[in-house]
């Protein structure tokens, strides 16, 4: 089997492009991509502890 990359530090700029998309839209780009850049950051560290609690 081959081994599973970790592309969990993908979520961050994942979140940072839906948080630009919707601040296209409703017309607020920096708020909503700091928004989306914070959530991003939060969900990120949650995953991490959550994976490293799994492992042990």
Do not use: C, D, E, H
């Not at 969990?8 to 700029?13: D, E, G, V």
């Not at 919707?22 to 939060?42: E, F, M, P, R, T």
């Amino acid at each position: 089997m081959t081994k599973k990359r970790n592309n969990l530090a993908l979520i961050i700029p994942a979140f940072l492009l839906m948080g630009t998309a919707v601040g296209v839209q409703a017309g607020a780009i920096l708020k909503n991509s700091a928004v989306g850049l914070i959530v991003g950051i939060i969900v990120y560290f949650v995953l991490t502890y959550r994976n490293k609690q799994i492992n042990k």
